[in-house]
């Protein structure tokens, strides 16, 4: 069975930090780029982040506040977000990309598998 599953959701005031985790099981890890969306309410799902080994990518509005990394060992990539302000408030989903696919990380058509998502609220 296929299972990506994020946690570390939760409620922050404006300018605090936020880690989001998500562990993959029963996919080829290693062979897949790693990718996070978020989606809030009434809008489109939109790229964050995604992370091939080393290499990254970012949307613009997150570059400099988010970091991406993945440790391959425990089946894992994480979103470590800071400064965190009410526009990034969206149910945030990880994803896995198709066996070896190196282009167009930040369309969604390009992942296989996805997590079932976790919440960031970001209120004063």
């Known amino acids: 069975q296929v299972q990506l599953v994020e946690s570390g959701g939760g409620l922050v005031q404006p300018g605090e930090s936020l880690r989001l985790s998500c562990v993959a099981s029963?996919?080829?890890?290693?062979?897949?780029?790693m990718g996070w969306f978020r989606q809030a309410p009434g809008k489109e799902r939109e790229f964050v982040a995604a992370i091939e080994e080393t290499s990254t990518d970012y949307t613009d509005s997150v570059k400099g506040r988010f970091v991406i990394s993945r440790e391959n060992a425990k089946n894992t990539v994480y979103l470590q977000m800071t400064r965190l302000q009410p526009e990034d408030m969206a149910e945030y989903y990880c994803a896995a990309s198709f066996e070896f696919f190196a282009t167009a990380w930040r369309d969604k058509r390009s992942y296989e598998y996805w997590g079932q998502g976790t919440r960031v609220a970001v209120s004063s």
């Open positions: 029963g996919i080829t890890f290693n062979k897949r780029v």
